[in-house]
């Protein structure tokens, strides 16, 4: 039988207070809950006017999501320019190679 290493950890977000079951170290449990509070707390203050907690969730949300999708975007460039750096030195060393022959 498998042993599961599930942790409950209780966590509030946004003055809410959730019990997380997860496999993960409860301190990243903690700290990711507290990094949503956060983005909750920068919408809200960033908005005009109060809001519900549900739009402001959605809007962080949405905040969150947009850096996950930039970050996803800087990391495939950075793959890139890395296999295109490698490809042009696996031909430069290829050539040195057929030189010597």
């Known amino acids: ?7 409950l950890v209780r966590v509030t977000i946004y003055g809410q207070e959730y019990s997380v079951k997860a496999k993960a170290d409860p301190a990243y449990i903690v700290s990711v809950a507290n990094f949503v509070n956060e983005k909750m707390e920068e919408v ?3 908005l005009a006017t109060v809001q519900s907690p549900l739009r402001i969730a959605i809007l962080a949300a949405m905040n969150i999501t947009d850096e996950l999708f930039s ?4 990391k495939e460039e950075v793959v890139d ?8 030195l696996v031909d430069l060393i290829d050539e040195k190679l057929n030189e010597d022959k």
């Open 71 to 74: 970050s996803k975007k800087d």
């Open 1 to 7: 039988m498998e042993e599961q290493n599930n942790n």
């Open 44 to 46: 809200e203050n960033s």
């Open 81 to 88: 320019k890395v296999d295109e750096r490698t490809l042009f």
